[in-house]
Every structure is written in structure tokens, then in C-alpha cells.
């Protein structure tokens, strides 16, 4: 049965919904507030129960702890202990024995993942004012006619059905069904030069393209084998649309999340800040694969194009090229010519190969580093002309790199993966950032720039093209030209590098409140935390920063960054023995892991300065140097390295950072 209902948000709390959760034994009851087991209601007290609604309405995911105790303490400062006090709680009213977890599995220095298939069970209401599809697939219970009959009316009605009447019918009516997704418009630009010159003019006229968000995809069977498909499928066709100038696609990474989730329509929107969502349906049956798609205007709250469409299961790859070329055809669109060859179908790939890619992604996604690495390798070895393949194999040995504090055969591996994407595709947007990224962090961003700019000609409008040439024109001293960038990025797609920080460039320019302003407003993300005490400590606010170091080491004590962070709290404090000793250690992390992370060791070396060690804070300097820090007019005058401006080393040093960047800004400027 499918129906229609209205979704209050993603606030535990306030998830008082028409739908109930079926998992094992247990109901799930957000009307009612109750827990049931066969029948019988499971005592919990309200936050225990908001915990476990969480978990169920995420499952087949892992939940950070971060995201977790910011949804059920959004307002509060909570020490980690209240969110495994709940956790226990939870599985004691599930009844988990200690070291057998059935449905709450532990993530190691992660989080939780809710284990167990979570079934959906909506009764009809009475009104049905929103615009989210839930659908409820009794097991063994309907034929296959009979389900692919309720997805297509599910479809024809999801939205239509919300809207008032003038807004029903004209669009979709006159639109053919034979594929899915997306309003696009697309003008043609090319070039970095280009860019360039109307660069300035665009960010001034404030004309932005149309923002769009593709949400994975929900499989209506909720069977295991096929779960992979909702979020790879969705990021193909994200990637598919990477060329498109006039439309900003929001990443993977941000929408993958609503994974397997009810959909409410504006309060994802506005999470999102996207003003059209393309939402969708799926199901396999043997060789046999339907999916029904919806596009939804979210600030008008009309429907702009609905559809279904059969396909055989090894013609997976269609789908994304599908997507494009009937958008392109029902909405009369004109695209240049380079534009229309990228947006060509893509040529023949082995189906299993394919589905390894497909499964590589899905887990990428997930974290799971080591198994991605593994399907990807295999989808390589079966076809090993699927530029794509390679790409996001290199991404995922440089993330295996990376979460091992170096492994420098992972690099290795990640370059050699890159250079063969680009070698398959020379215009592939993703393994140009992708490899300007693992450039910019190895020491070598005089080869990243090239890398980014070049890519400018298959897209201007690219938000992570900008972000990522802002990174890479920190590393090499070219401050406003970077913030520049990070800002252009952040008014494509503001929610780019949300995790992270605000653009550095600020912060190196002594600009210290619009630093601050532009952090991320979460006290639950160590990164952020620790920033935003590097920020009150330049202003001198030495209690809030103290505050903050502390809370970034709370959250992730094994972040380089946090450790400097709480070096520099115990300095505030007057114990710079305690602050001295952190450091050395995480410097003797540096030299057996095979950090490279320069700019987080010239953070080492800042913290060294203040508490007094000088030929440390040398040593480490000299490190950031020789790794491809050199933003030259922010060392002349960091404050932070005062105590050792008169050392003859800090001079050399600087002398060769100067040298290096002078030679980049000539370059490239």
C-alpha cells in the first residue's frame, strides 16, 4: 500500500509520524511513542526511545557519534558517555546480550549502525498534505504485476495529489514517461581564460544556477542484495550532470544520508539549500529493473516531471546517459558542442564489471575503504577502460592512505589510478580533483593548479573545482586569490566542505571575526571545534579557545589537529610540560606514519613557538616547507612564530618559502 504523509523533520523528538517501524519482533510506533513486542509495549524512557527512532529511521548506515549526539542534544553540550549510556539502554530493551549485538552494531572509533532490515508498515490517513511517497511491501504477500502497478500510480500521485489544482497537471501530462529525472539548464562555457575574465562579473551580478539535489534512490523490496543500487545509481547520474555550467548538483557525500529514508520534501530542501530534488524508486526482480522518479520544484512545491522506466538489469549503465539525453530532448535545451559530446552515452561496459563499480561506490560511501578498493580492483580487472572505475578506485587508496597517517605505497597506488583515469578520459572532471587533491597534499601543487584550471573548460560552475584551486592557492601564498575561490564555491553550493572549516585564507590574512563567522554552527565536529579555538586564540579569547582545543580533542583525541589543539589549551593553562609532551608525541606519529599533511605540521610547529620549544618549532617548520607549505606572506607575519623570527634557521626558511612562492605566483598569476 502506498500513501501519502507529512514528515516534521529529522529532530528525534519531533519525528511523530503516520508510519510505523517493523524490525524483528519489534513495532516502532512514532504516533503512539511505543515500543512494541509482539504486541506486548517495551518500557523506555523518552530518550532512550528517540535514540532508538534515530537508529531505525537511519539503518543500513553508519551513524557517526557526532551526528548522533547532535540530533538528540541539538542544543546541548553532552559528554560522549550520555550517548553510549543510551546506546546500552537501547539494547538492553531489545534485548542484546553483552558481546552478541543482533540489531545495534558498534562501529570501532566511529559509531552504530542499526543492523537488521527495518520494514515499513503506513496505515492511510486522512489527509495528505505532503510530498513523500512511503510504500509498504509485505513479503510474499503481492505479485510482481501488482507491485510494479503500485510504484507507477505511487508515482502519478506522490506530488499532484499535495498541490492545489492549477499546479496538478499541465507539466507532466505532456511529458513522455521512457525515462527519469532532472530540470536542467545548460550553457555552454569553456575554458579557464573564459572564467577568468567574467569570473568577477558573474559573483557580482548574483545570477546562480539552478541548484539541484538527486537523492539515492529507495529500494521498494528492501532487499540487501539490491541496496547498493539506491546510492550508486543516484551518484552516476550526479556525476553525469558534473558537466552541466548553468546547474550545481549537490555531491554524493551530501546526499547520502537520506539513504533508504522517507523524504520530507522542504525540510531536506532547505538542508540542502537546493531549489529543485529529484527523489526516486526502484525495484529488481531477477534480470528485471523498474524506476520511478519524481522532480519537484522545492520552493513552489510543484511538480515539474514524473516517470517510470523498465529496463534489464546488465543495461544498468544506460541510466545515467538515459537521464541526460531525454532532458536535453523534453525541455528544447541548447548545448555546445562540447557540452553535447560529454553528455553522449557512454561507450560499452562489461555488466559485472559495472556492478563491481557500482558496489565499489556504495561502499566508498560507507567507509568501508579496504572492501571498496577490493570491488573496484576487480571492476578494473574485468574492464579496464572504464575511466571512472579508476578514478574512485585512486580515491579510495588515497582515503586508505590517509586514515593510516601516511602509507606511502596507498599514494602510489592513487596517482597510478588517477593517471590512468585521465588517461582513459582526459576531461573527467572527478580525476582532475581528485588528483589535484592528492598533488596539493603531497608536496607537488605547482602540478595541481594546471590540473584545475584545465578542468574549468568542462565546467566554470564546478563548486569543488573552486574549493579545491582555493586549497591549493593557500598552499602556494596567493591569500585572496584563495578565499576568492573558497567563497565562489561556497555561493555554488553552500553547503561545500561543510565538515571542514571555513576558507583558511581568512585566517591567514589576519581577517580573524570573518574566519569565525563562516565556520560551520557545530560544536560536534572535532575539525570545526579545533578551528574554531585556532580563531579565538589569535583574537586572544583565551578561554573560549581553551574551550574549544578541549572539545576537539573530546570528540576525536586521534586527530592531528586536535592533539595541537590541546597542546595549545594546556599552554593557556600555564602547563606547558603537558602541552610539550602532547606534541612530541604526535610528532613521533608524524615520523613513523609518513605524515605529509603540511599544513597541519606547520600547525605543530606554531604550537612548538608558543610553548617554548624553538628548535622543535624549526624543525617542524622546516618539515611544512619542504612538504609544499609555502604561503610566504602569512609565515612573515604569523604571530603565532614570534619567538623564533630571530632565529638564523627561521630566516633560511622563510627565505625558501619566499623563493617558492615567488616563482608560483609568476607562474600562475
Known sequence: MSSLRRVPGRDPGANKTSNSYEFGPFILDPVQHLLTKEGEPVSLTPKTYDTLLFLVQNSARMISKEELMSALWPDSFVEESNLTQQISMVRKALGETAGEPRYVVTVPARGYRFAVPVKFAAPQPKDRPALELVTSIPPQTKTKEEVESEV???????????????????????????????????????????????????????????SLAI???????????????????????????????????????????????VIDIPKVGNDLNVDTLLTGNFIREGDDLRITSQLIDVKKQALLWKGSFDLKYEKLLSVQDNVAQQIVKELALSLSPLEAERLQANRASDPIAYEYYLHGVDLYSRNDFPTAIKMLEKSAELDPNHALTWAHLGKAYQASASFQFGGGEQYRKAEAAYAKALALHPQQIESHIFMANLFTDTGRVEQSVPLLREAFAANPNHPELHWELGYAYRFGGMLEQSVSECERARQLDPGVKLNSSAPNGYIYLGRYDKFLNGLPNTNDVAFVSFYRGFGEYYKKN??????????????????????????????????????LAILRETERKVDTRGVLEAEAIYKMAQAYAVLGDKPSALRMLRRSVDNGFFPYPYLVQDPLLESVRAEPDYQTFVELARTRHDAFKKKFF
Not at 169 to 175: C, E, I, S, T
Not at 228 to 239: E, N, R, W, Y
Request: glycine letters at 10%; hydrophobic letters at 45%.
Open 542 to 579: 583565551w578561554d573560549a579557545a581553551r574551550q574549544h582545543f578541549d572539545r576537539a580533542f573530546e570528540l576525536d583525541p586521534s586527530l592531528l589537529q586536535a592533539q595541537v589543539g590541546k597542546a595549545l589549551s594546556h599552554g593557556i593553562a600555564g602547563e606547558q610540560t603537558q602541552g
Open 152 to 210: 507507477s500510480e505511487a508515482a502519478q500521485g506522490v506530488v499532484s495529489d499535495a498541490l492545489p489544482a492549477e499546479q496538478r497537471q499541465p507539466l507532466w501530462r505532456r511529458v513522455p514517461l521512457p525515462i527519469l529525472l532532472i530540470f536542467v539548464a545548460l550553457i555552454g562555457v569553456g575554458g579557464y581564460g573564459l572564467y577568468r575574465k567574467f569570473a568577477g562579473a558573474l559573483i557580482g551580478t548574483g545570477d546562480q544556477p539552478r
Open 215 to 261: 537523492l539515492p534512490f529507495r529500494n521498494l523490496k528492501q532487499d540487501a542484495a539490491s541496496d547498493f543500487l539506491g546510492f550508486s545509481l543516484a551518484d552516476a547520474v550526479i556525476t553525469k550532470l558534473g558537466y552541466v555550467s548553468a546547474l550545481t548538483v549537490r555531491p554524493s557525500s551530501a546526499v547520502e544520508k537520506y539513504r533508504n529514508q
